[in-house]
C-alpha cells in the first residue's frame, strides 16, 4: 500500500465451509479475528481495512463473513480504520440494502461499495438494470448522509464489480457509470425539505411521492446538457460505439473472446 | 354469475396444508379437479374460471394450487373458459413475474391481474410502489402482445388487490391506479420497431436501452395533459385530498380507524 | 420485573416503514437507540434486556431491528445486560441460524429463543417439523459452547413462539418440546472428540459424518427410558391425549375453536 | 441414442436472457418450441426426452425453461417420450419440490431427478447433506407412488448431479449413493395404512408423526446387514478408503487436484 500510494486495502474472503460440521464455526471466527488483527497492526497511517461480506458462494453452507453484521463486529474490534464494504449482490433475498447503508452511515462505518446488480444470487450485472429504484434508494441515503454533514460520507470508495458474458465490456462498464450518474442525479432532485415535512406529520404516502417524484424526473436532459458543458460528448455510450475505441482495443489486444463483441 | 351479470368466477384456494404428512398430496389434486370439474361445468356461456395461485399463507408446507404450472395444469383440463389469474404478490422470491405472463399470454391463458407489489410476502403493498420497473416490464408484456394482436391480450381482467395499513385507503387505491398508467404510457413509449431490430442482431445493451429508454422517460406530464383534454383534475391526488370526499365519506361512515387518517 | 420476579425483558418491536421515504431511516434509528437507553437504565438489578430481530412482518419496507447485526449493536451500546433474542422465524430464505448463534455465544450477547419452524415466512409451525436437521444444528452449537465452558451458555432463555391454526394447540406445543429434547439428546450424542480430530484434520467429509452419525441415531428409546427412570410417561403425547386433559380443559372453558379439537 | 443404447435424451438448457429487453420472450418460446418438436420427431422407438429446468444460473433475468410448468407445457405439446426432469437444486427458496414430484408423477410426466443438494443457488452439494428430511419426503412420495401403482413410478431415472470442491470425489458420491438409500430405507418404513387412517381422520400431527416417525428410525444396522447378507462391505465408505482405490486411482491418472485428496 505504502508502495502504491493505495489507500484502501479491500479485502474479500471467499472462506467458509460446504457441511455442517466440516468446522468449528467458533473456532474459524476466532482465527479469522487474529488474522485481520495482524494485517490491521500493518496498516499504513491513513491506510483503511475495507471488509466485504457475502452470504454464500463459494461457501455453501457457512461462510465466514457472512453478512455485514459479522463484517461490522469484526471492524469494530479492529478499530476506526476498519470499515465494511456493501457489495450490492451480497445479499439474501429481500434484503433492504439501503438500510444497511443507513445504518453503516450513522454509525461511520461505512467504507465503500462493490456496485452490480443482482436478481437472484451474486450475479454482477450492469449496475440499476435489474433494480434501479433500489440503486436510487441507496444514493438517496448517501444524499442525506452527505447533506446532514455526516464525516463518514465524504469518504465512501465507489468501485464496479461487475462480469461480462453475453455484453460487450467497455460498453456494459460505461452503462453501469451512466446509471450511477443517473441515480445520483435523481437523488439530488429530491426536495428533501418537503420529505422532511411530510415524514414528521406521518403522511405515510405524501413522504413516499416525494421520494418517488425524484425518481420519475427524467435526469437524461440535464445530465447531457451538463457533459456539453463540460466539454464531453453527450451520449456517451454512442461516443464509444463510434470513436471506435472498443473495437480498435480489442483488435491490438489480439481476438476478442467470445461473446464479447460489439453488433455490428 | 347469471344474477348479477358477472362474466368472471374468480377463484382464490387457502387450501393446503402445514405439516409433511398431513395429508396426502396426490389425493387432494384429485378432489381439487373433481371439484373444479363440477363447478366448471356449472359456469354460464360466456362465463370465465380464473385460477389464482399463491405459494403459501395460510397454508405453510404445502399449498394446492402452489404456483402458475399448477393452475394451468388445472385450466387445461377444465377448458378454454379457465384461464390462470396472476397476483403480482404471490410469488417465490425472484421470479420473473414478466416471463409468466408472457408464457400464458403466448398460450392464451392470462385470465387477469391482482395487482399490488411486495418486498417479501404476500404484502400488498401499492401497485408499483417497491418495484416499479418490474411493473413497467409486465406492461410491456401486454403491450407486445396487443400490438402482436393476440387475441388473449383483450381479456385480460385487471383487478388491484391491496390491503392498507398505515395509509389511508383511498389514496392509496388512487396512486395504485396512478402507477399503473405511468407504467402503461411507459410501456406504450417503447420503439418496439428499434427493439425487434436490436433484438435481432443480438444487440444485448442495444435492446436493453431501447427498453429502459421508455421506462426512464417522465410520462407525468402527459398524463396530466391528457387528464385536462379530458376535463378531468389533473392531479387525482390532489383533488382528492382537496375535495374532502375522504374526510367526508369517513366521517359518515363513523370514526376513522387508527392509521387509517389523512394527515393535517 | 421488580414485582413480578421477572429476570428478562424480551422485547419485539414491530416498528418499521411500509414503503421508499415514508421515514427518515437514519432518524428512526437515533429515536430507537435513546429509547431503548432509557429503559436498560431503569432496568432491576441482575435484570436483562432480549432484543429480538425481525426482517419483515408488519413492516414490508424497512423493519427497525431487521437483523441480528441491528439488535447486537444496540445491545453493545447499551451495555452487558443487553443481549439478542434468535427466533427461529425470523430470517430471510437461506440464512444459516447456527452461524448466527455460534457467533453471538462467542460475543457472549445470546440472550435466548423464540423456538418455531419456517419454510416461508414467520409461519410459526410446531418446532422442529419443516426442518429438523437444523434445529439439531442449533442444538449443536449451544452443546459445543455448553462443553468449551463459555459463560453465556448457561444462561440463554429458551422459549417456544407458535402460533396454532390447523392443529390442537396443547398437542402441538408438546410435540415443540419433545422435538427439542430429541434435537438436544441428538447433539449430546455427537463424539467431540472424533469431531475435532476430524475438522483439524481438514477431513471435510470425515467430520461432517461424525455430526450427521448423531443425528441419524434414534434417541426416542432413550428418551422413553429416561422418562421412566424419573417417573414420568414414555409416551407423553399419548399420555395427553389419553388422559383427556386437554377434552375437559376444552370443556370447561366452553367451546372449541374450529380445527382446534382432537380427531377422535 | 440407438448407437449407444440410450433408451433418455436428458437435456438441460443454459439458454436464457440477463437483461429486461434483451430478447422477445414469447419469440424464444416459440423458437424453444419448434427446435424441441424437431427433435422429439427423430427419437428412435421406446426413446424419451427429458427436460431439464432451472429458474437461474447461467441467466440472470429469463431462463427460457424457468420451472418445472414451463418443462411441462413443453413436454405436454410434444407427446408422452417426452417428461420433465428434477433437479433437486434448481428451485426458488421455499419451493416444495415434492410436491411438484408428487404433482407430476400424478400426471405421468416425472422423467427422472438429478439428485444433489443445496441450500442457497445451484450449490451441487452432497445429496441429502443439507437438507435430510426434504430428501426423504421426496422418497416418500416416490414410495407411494410406486405402492399406488402408478405406472410411472417404475420409470424414473435417478442421477446424481454434483460438483466436488473441497471434498473427495469418490467419498463424496459414495455419500450420496448412502444417503438415497437411507432416505428410501425410511420411506419404505413409513405405515402406510396408519399414514391414511390419521388423514382421513384430519388428525394432522397423528399423520404428520406417522411419516416423522419413519424419518427418526435409525435404518443405518438394517442397510449393513442387508449389505453383509449381500457379500457386500458393511461401511461402503470405510471400505473405499481403506481399500486404497481412489488413492490408487488418483495416483495412476496423475498428480492429484489440490483438496481433493484423502485426508490421512
Redesign the interface.
Known amino acids: 500500500m505504502a508502495e502504491t500510494g493505495s489507500r484502501d486495502l479491500s479485502l474479500w474472503f471467499a472462506d467458509g ?11 474459524r ?2 482465527r479469522f479475528e487474529a488474522g485481520l488483527a495482524e494485517v490491521y497492526a500493518a496498516l499504513p497511517e491513513g491506510g483503511r481495512m475495507l471488509l466485504e461480506y457475502k ?4 461457501a ?3 461462510t465466514d463473513l ?5 463484517a ?2 469484526h471492524c ?1 474490534k479492529l478499530g476506526p480504520q476498519a470499515q465494511v464494504l456493501v457489495d450490492l449482490g451480497h445479499h ?5 440494502i ?2 444497511i447503508v ?2 453503516l ?3 461511520d462505518k461505512l467504507g465503500g461499495f462493490h456496485f452490480n446488480n ?4 451474486d ?1 454482477d ?2 449496475v440499476g ?5 433500489e440503486l436510487f ?1 441507496i444514493y ?2 448517501l444524499v ?2 452527505e447533506q ?1 454533514g455526516l464525516p463518514g460520507a465524504k469518504n465512501v470508495a465507489y468501485m464496479i464489480d461487475q462480469s461480462h ?4 465490456k467497455l ?2 462498464m460505461l ?1 453501469s457509470v451512466l446509471n450511477c450518474q ?1 441515480a445520483y442525479a435523481k437523488a439530488l432532485h429530491i426536495d428533501l425539505a418537503a ?2 415535512v ?2 414528521q ?12 417524484s425524484a ?4 435526469v ?1 436532459p440535464l445530465l447531457r446538457e451538463f457533459r456539453e458543458a463540460e466539454g464531453l460528448a453527450p451520449d456517451p ?1 454512442r461516443a464509444l460505439i463510434e470513436g471506435g475505441y472498443a473495437q480498435n482495443n480489442t483488435r491490438e489486444r489480439g481476438t476478442a473472446t467470445a461473446g464479447g463483441g460489439y ?1 455490428t
Chains 1, 2, 3, 4 share one sequence.
Request: proline share 6%; aromatic share 12%.
Open positions: 465451509t460446504n457441511y455442517a460440521g466440516q468446522d468449528d464455526l467458533r473456532a471466527k476466532a452470504p454464500f458462494e463459494p455453501f453452507y457457512a457472512a453478512d455485514w453484521g459479522m461490522y463486529v469494530l439474501l433475498q429481500g434484503t433492504n439501503e438500510q443507513a445504518f452511515l450513522a454509525e443482482r436478481r437472484y444470487a450475479d450485472l450492469v438494470s435489474s433494480n434501479p429504484f434508494c438517496a441515503e442525506q448522509a446532514d458474458n453475453i455484453e460487450p460498453e456494459a452503462l443517473e420529505l422532511e411530510a415524514q406529520a406521518g403522511d405515510v404516502l405524501g413522504a413516499h411521492e416525494v421520494l418517488t425518481f420519475k424526473t427524467d437524461r455510450v453488433p
